[in-house]
């Protein structure tokens, strides 16, 4: 049996159908035989040709959509690893500081753990742009609206002058401490100091 091959003289007068409108039989007898080969061939690489192209269109799109997929993952892994980082680093290193001395067995570590977190307190008001001569007179002109934890602060530093000016007579407990702690605590977290 014969391979098949193309009937190249039905699809040339069709085609010349089609361009001239015309219905009658074209004779094709008289077109030389090597051009007749030379259409046949072309026809059939112009076939070969779309089909390899097509395979390669269909692997450069899937191959484009493997690397996408995984940049997105590249890209969500970094964020992640980022972020964990970002959860072990300190946001506010002297804060650590502070809370590590307050957790101390030495009760002068927690008077300078106060002292120090109120002289946080007051630098955070000024570079909010609170003014007063000091933290007393800044929390005086300070808005409780747009300061929900003002009263938290008020407390704190109250205590905070107990300690300064009383010094050692002042009778501190480790749960003076961890409730002042926690109150500068909660006002830092308001201004996202922490």
């Known amino acids: 049996m014969a391979p098949p091959s193309l009937n190249i003289e039905f699809i040339l007068q069709r085609l010349y159908q089609v361009i001239t409108g015309a219905s009658a039989q074209v004779d094709l007898s008289s077109v030389p035989y090597y051009l007749l080969t030379l259409v046949e061939a072309l026809a059939v690489f112009g076939i070969v040709f779309s089909v390899v192209l097509l395979f390669l269109i269909l692997y450069y799109r899937a191959r484009t959509l493997e690397v996408e997929h995984h940049g997105f993952h590249e ?11 970002a959860e072990h680093e300190a946001k506010n290193p002297r804060w650590e500081q502070a809370a590590a001395l307050a957790t101390s ?6 008077r300078r753990a106060i002292i120090e977190a109120d002289i946080m307190l007051e630098q955070l008001l000024r570079d909010r742009g609170y003014t007063g001569g000091s933290l007393g007179d800044m929390l005086k002109l300070a808005n409780p609206l747009q300061f929900t934890t003002l009263d938290l602060a008020w407390e704190a530093h109250r205590m905070r002058n107990a300690i300064a ?7 501190l407990t480790l749960r003076d401490v961890q409730s002042t702690m926690s109150m500068y605590q909660r006002v830092f977290e308001e201004f996202d100091f922490i």
């Open 105 to 110: 067995s030495n009760d002068s570590d927690w």
């Open 75 to 85: 890209l969500e892994h970094a964020a992640l690893v980022h972020h964990e980082h």
């Open 165 to 171: 000016h009383l010094g050692d007579a002042f009778p």
